[in-house]
């Protein structure tokens, strides 16, 4: 067999600002003589919006086009059949053209963080190289755009989709001190009533269209009607899963921060009075436990 001359490279695109693209996917697209990206029939699709002005004159275009979304319930076995046969398919045709040159291929976001690429890098292993080009994440978007550091110290994310089942969500909820639920669509009842059993829809946010034009973020008991398909819901505690386990750990030592020498007179300090019990600078507060100044940049 004659080795491939070109490859399939997956290039990662970032949430949605243009801007937030890296250097590496930018040279990969405008030097592009093939560019293959996913959409539902008759939309343009968010990848391609992403790179427009940004490609090559005279660049083949391929529109890989899903044959169903959401008409078939991803549960129902038909579903299975029609989409493991359409990446069958464009598997073949993808590397039929890296017999002889590149074809990148657009990715919103991150390609392996639940990118529909992955379906096809799977069924390139072995046939033809493959480079993927990692990309900032929708959820790394979202909770920046949302002003709110979503982990801190040793706390633990989860990051869900809203298709699992209610229990299984407010299971999920219950277990971790930050969140993140995807592909919210048709079940945002669910999500919120999982969270509501979770004792967690207080905290809940709602970021649409995080960095795109017509990006909203809103408290989810704020939301009404429907959300688009580009939307996150986020959960932070604020650092209040970290504090627990850290007072546990230095006992003492993480004090109240009140009690405190110094803190109360710096800047960022009358909101950190008003809305902290405990301070929260946690690293500086485990290698110097007894800093005496508030971070300027705390949000109290
Ligand atoms: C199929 S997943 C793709 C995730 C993508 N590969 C990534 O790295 O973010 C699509 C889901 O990601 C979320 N998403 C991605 N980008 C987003 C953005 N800029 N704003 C809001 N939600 C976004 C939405 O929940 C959407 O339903």
Redesign the pocket.
Known sequence: MVPAKGKVICA?LG??DPELMSVKSWRALKSAKHVAYFRKEGRQGQARTLVDGLLAEGVIEHAIEYPVTTEIHFSDPEYNRILAAFYDRWADTLAQIAQSEDVVVL?????F????YMHLYTRLQGRVAQEIIP?I???S??WTVSGQPITWGDEVLTVALATLSEDELTRRIRDTDALVV????RNLPKLRRALESAGRLQDAWL??????PGQTVQKLTEVTGEVP????VLVTDRGAGHDKRHRSRLGENCRPWPRQRGHGDGPGAGGHRRSHGYCRLYPLCETHPRTPWPDPACDG
């Open positions: 990662g949430p949605g990715c919103e976001g991150d390609p963080l639940y990118g529909s990309g994440t929708g959820m978007g979202c995807m592909k919210i669509g970021v649409e269209r995080g960095t795109m398909y580009f939307s996150i």
